[in-house]
């Protein structure tokens, strides 16, 4: 018996355990041999020659069992050692490219108004002077046309200076109360370390109920969005001038890289301009024909957005499809 | 617009105001800073009187001057030559530290001892009056000698320059600019008081005449004068260099320097200009197309008014007898005018296109003033003038609407408050409507909502409490949001991808469009003035500006470049669509150790790879597309639901080495046939299915997608799925080529059985035999 147990302990691989279990449990086997026996055992002695035979059995095999699993696991660790490798070597083979950082930034304006159930609407690229200038109170000559230098083309088009048209464009189509975004691409002849031109804008209009919407909204709507979309900033408003509002403001921020202390990009002044805003103006409201409405209105750079957000330091960079900028935002 | 303190002080008294309240006043009421600057003269330079002046013994240019500084009198070595000229100037004495530390020391000059520096505007950090030294004068406050130069508030001012609106064409004077602040700081305007002595008795009527033809739409006002001796004093020299504006000559100085703190525009012209044979000032006044006026005298056009005055009839310090003229024309009527008939304009047209000031009494008024300080003028009593009867803008103010633009309760005296501050008229109709005339140099203001924004900004934006705006709910998704949502997920399929999106002009340049065999805008529709000669059109195709961007990457050492652009391109009559392009160009991956460093080039089934992923499934056949950049032997139509909507080309070689590429690949789709459709499922089999091969010897000329819509039309129910997995060629096969197709055969009724697939392959064979002239291998 003992001499049985040893063999089975002494198995030190599967294959030799086999052998042994053929040896021992096999039809030919040890423990066959032994049963083969009871036919010659006297009928009082059978019992307990049975009882005796089925022990050892069963002590055979719990060792065989035991040495068959200690065995078959230091298989499996053999396997898994001849396949280790140096996993260090494969971090750099994950492949992916990377949104834009202005249009990742257009998409996340763009998620925080229709949030608020905003509508988003487009419109063409080239417009013309009506629905860019004369139905936004920029009569022809007007000195603010000044500020936007056109791309006009030889039939009288042009390329959209803002993306207000599309406003025009909503408010001819629709009727009032109006609730709209209009992201999009627009164009300025202007072209230097801080103009392109090509860049982006969103612009936001609310339209109802003459007596309904107030600057004190457009305070509040903004200072929010500006709060979801640099953190926690304080907002400040400036009275400035846009032929389409009145009355108009500029908005700024605290300064997001020196908190107001005064930096280089703020010009030491604590403070970041970042939108522009007013109370829609009668005669845009009259150009569409609508009567007895109030409404609000404002706009924004995208890239302006985009630079501040994620310290872009070259505005030109943004349009040259340069991978070492883009990689960075992977 | 440039002002400063001390200029603003003499209209509104702005001693109690720190610089840190203006900056915030100025900023709050809409007149944006842009930048302030506090000057601060040196310690130890002091007023200086000049007891005597002598050449240098042993220099020419030299000057040795005996000065009285207050604590004694010290010499002084003088290199400026107006020092002779001088009586009072700034001496910086011993132990003084100048700008760019520049500490004054005992000195020898050629000899002559030295102790300390008469000093030019610029030495002491104030922006450049002129050649020389400065000589002071009272016009800064009393001289005392031996006094800190820096305690003279208006020589130690501070400059503010403020980035006015369009609309505020009223601020650009110094007294338009201290009249917003006097009604946001809530302090008083100083009255400008003079009254001309008039040392001549002769009326003008005796020398001078007005003649006017046609309807008036400017105003003006001409006075008639005698000048001796012209002078600038110090002050005037020094303002005019703090605000930065130029002006040739003493007479030409004082002009500006009236018009800069007046707004109204001044003018002199000589008197001859008008004189004719009788000896008689002849003004005449001819209104022009568009409301224009032009100033003749004796036949020819000496101005027009508020936009140029003819540079032979401008009065300089030699003249004698000279004409003043002060002007106001409508601004809205003179920038169309001028847009319009291309007139040259000049420094001026600034002022008069933006609103100069209609108070043309005022200015002529502080032009008398100066020159009687500063010149011997005798001018002839009273005035030729034309004033045309303007009619001031009314607008009805009630303050409750008022009140509900703001979203704030103002008080209706408050609104009469600040636009009785703000020069306009106020007549009160009941206890909350107000009759509100608008001053003329508030040419911008015509309605109530524009009375408001003179509320919101003298109140300051900062004192209304924010409100939400409460709105009816109502579905706004619409189709544009749709775009945007699917525009984003191929977005982040094509980055997942391992592409990089790109966003590139809308421009293009024409010639290069051209080259490549991309449309461009039909001639007569072209940008008539692009910025710059690679951006003069509009692009028909992102692919050109996707190979710039690869090529600048490539500049910069990338050797994988995978970009992608989702824009905006036009057709030749500028219908706008969007595209959505690719391009890969050089290493398929990244170098590492699975590829030893060495990983293959972009392939065209690699690309094609993973333009699918992005795409969705698409099917190719052989490329009609016909441009330039295209490959052509290894490009195709790409086809999205039976349509073809784009192509994917290996880039053509010859452009390849034009931009100095790697092996590159490109593709360009339309948006729109990507754009997410509506899908209905198929019922799926619930036998088992059996993949069968069949190789087949076909033309070398034939392409796959030949076999394969011959199998497709023989429309077999069993034959669920069709796809090439081998190609062969050889010697042996001559001009033929081995093809290998798989074929996936199920029922959606039974368990197969060899006869029917056998049926459904001998089907498949016939068809390839009859229409392909395929044998079997």
Known sequence: MKELEDKIVQADCLETLEKVRVELFGKKGVLAAQFAKMKDIPGPEKKAFAEGLNKNKAVLQAKFDAQHEELKAQEIEKILKSEAIDVSLYGTLAQKGALHPVMETMDKIIDYFVALNFAVESGPMVEDDFHNFEALNLPKYHPARDMQDTFYFKDGGLLRTHTSPVQVRTMLERKPPIRMIAPGTVFRRDYDITHTPMFHQVEGLVVDDKGKVSFANLKAILTDFLQYMFGDVEVRFRPSFFPFTEPSAEVDISCIFCEGEGCRICSHTGWLEVLGCGIVDPNVFKAVGYEEVSGYAFGLGVERFAMLMHKIPDLRSLFEGDIRLLEQFR | MIVTRSWLNEFIDLSNVSNEKLYETFNSIGLEVDSIKQIEIPEKVVVGKILSCEKHPDADKLNVCQIDVGSGTRQIVCGAANVVDAEYVAVATIGAVLPGDFEIKHAKLRGVESEGMVCASSELGLPDTGKGIMILDESIGELEIGRELGSYKRVADTIIELELTANRGDCLSVYGVARDLSAALELDLKPFEYKQAEKMKLGIAREAEIHTEGEMDADLLYKLATLENIDNNFLLQLRLAMVA???????AKILAYATHTTGVILRAYES???TNGDNKVVVRLRVKEKGLMEVQGNDNVVSVAGVYQSEDTLANDDTKKLLFEASYINPDTLVEAVAETSFKTDDLYYKTSRGSNPD??????????????????NCYEGALNVNVDRENEKVMVDSDEISSIIGMDVETAKIVTILKKLDFDINIVSDHVLSVTVPLFRHDIKHIQDVSEEIVRIIGINNIEAKPFVFAEKLRLNDTIDRYKAKKSFKNRAVGTGFYENVSYVFSERALLDKYGFSTLEEELELANPIAEELNTLRSTILVNLLIAAKRNVSYSRKSIPLFEIGAIFGTKREQSEVISFIFSGQIEGENVRNAGKPALIDFASFTQKVGAVVGAFELVPCTYDNGLIHPYQSANIIVGGKVCGFLSKLHPTVQEAFDLPDTFIAELDFDALLPKHINATPISKFQGVYKD????????????????????LDLPMLKDI????????????????????????????????SDIETVMSD???????????ELR
């Open chain 2, 723 to 754: 796809y090439p997995v081998d190609i062969y060629e050889d010697e042996k096969l001559g001009d033929k080529k081995s093809l290998t197709i798989r074929f996936f055969i199920q029922s959606m009724e039974k368990t197969l059985e060899d």
């Open chain 2, 272 to 274: 001859s200009a008008f």
């Open chain 2, 360 to 377: 043309l009494e005022f200015g002529l008024r502080f032009l008398a003033y100066l020159m009687d300080s500063y010149s011997d003028i």
């Open chain 2, 764 to 774: 498949i064979m016939t068809a390839l035999q009859n229409e392909c002239s395929a």
């Open chain 2, 245 to 251: 504006v130029e002006a040739e000559g003493k007479l």
């Open chain 2, 694 to 713: 069949l190789s087949v010897v076909i033309d070398k000329s034939m392409n796959y997608y030949e076999a394969a819509k011959v199998l497709h039309a």
